[in-house]
């Protein structure tokens, strides 16, 4: 699980089993939430001296709260059981106290078919989340994240968020009256307004993408990646469309001059 509180209980349930067997001598490697999600070896610099330390011989036990901690790839996974089984690690996972003999057929065996359930398992709840988010943007609901620049997240639906669309609109007021990108970020700077991250010092990309969200218009699209389902959900707007459609010919005129 992702959740902090899961990660500091798989923590303890590793200490108390190295109690048992290593006589409480362990080394922790945390890759956080994240960890099997970013399955590839590069990406993973962890798990990376893990099988480093795996191949000197230094790991004789090592414990995992779930198969799927390793990996979710197939192909990783089957490249991680190998050199466990090369340098005759024992594998303890979940809170069973008895360990995986790799070596042994049999143990090899249940844990190919572990692997396997667990995989299915994650694969189900994955697909389920991205269901249950295509219903919810279906409903109107925002779909995740931080609310863009100008709005707010109530009952999980956008709402405009006043002084914040009020620095959207003086953004959009000071373009139209010739002022450049770098003016309008140094008056930003100067009024102590902040990015949606938190920056005082907007770049010229938050700056640009006020000028082109959708949202302003009153709408919003979601594309769900694995069907190609595009999703068109309204939300409100304080930005007349005069204003914006001014901004965007400017926008594009400015463009065609440098050019």
Do not use: A
């Not at 290593?22 to 922790?28: I, W």
């Not at 962890?46 to 799927?68: A, C, P, Q, W």
């Amino acid at each position: 699980s992702s959740d902090l509180t899961s990660l500091t209980t798989q923590k303890e349930l590793g200490e108390k089993l190295s109690k048992k067997v290593t006589k409480g001598k362990f080394k922790l490697w945390d890759e956080g939430s994240q960890s099997s999600f970013k399955d590839d070896l590069d990406n993973r610099p962890i798990l990376l001296n893990l099988l480093t330390e795996v191949d000197r011989g230094s790991v004789k036990h090592l414990y995992v709260f779930n198969t799927d901690r390793l990996s979710r790839n197939q192909k990783v996974w089957g490249l991680i059981r190998y050199k466990l089984l090369q340098q005759n690690v024992l594998l303890y996972v979940g809170s069973d106290p008895n360990p995986i003999d790799l070596s042994d057929p049999m143990d090899n065996l249940l844990l190919g078919i572990l692997s396997e359930i667990s995989h299915y398992d994650n694969r189900i709840r994955m697909e389920r989340f991205r269901l249950g988010k295509i219903e919810r943007v279906k409903n109107g609901r925002w779909f995740g994240g931080p609310p863009p620049y100008g709005y707010k997240i109530k009952d999980k639906k956008l709402e405009i968020e006043p002084t914040e669309m009020t620095n959207v609109k003086f953004c959009y007021e000071s373009y139209i009256k010739g002022k450049s990108l770098d003016w309008i970020r140094n008056q930003l700077f100067v009024n102590g307004v902040k990015s949606r991250r938190g920056n005082l010092n907007w770049s010229f990309g938050s700056l640009k993408q006020l000028f082109t969200n959708t949202h302003f218009e009153g709408y919003f699209d979601y594309v769900d990646k694995k069907s190609g389902m595009k999703f068109r959900i309204d939300c409100p707007t304080d930005i007349p469309m005069s204003m914006i459609n001014s901004v965007r010919k400017m926008m594009e005129d400015r463009s065609y001059k440098r050019g």
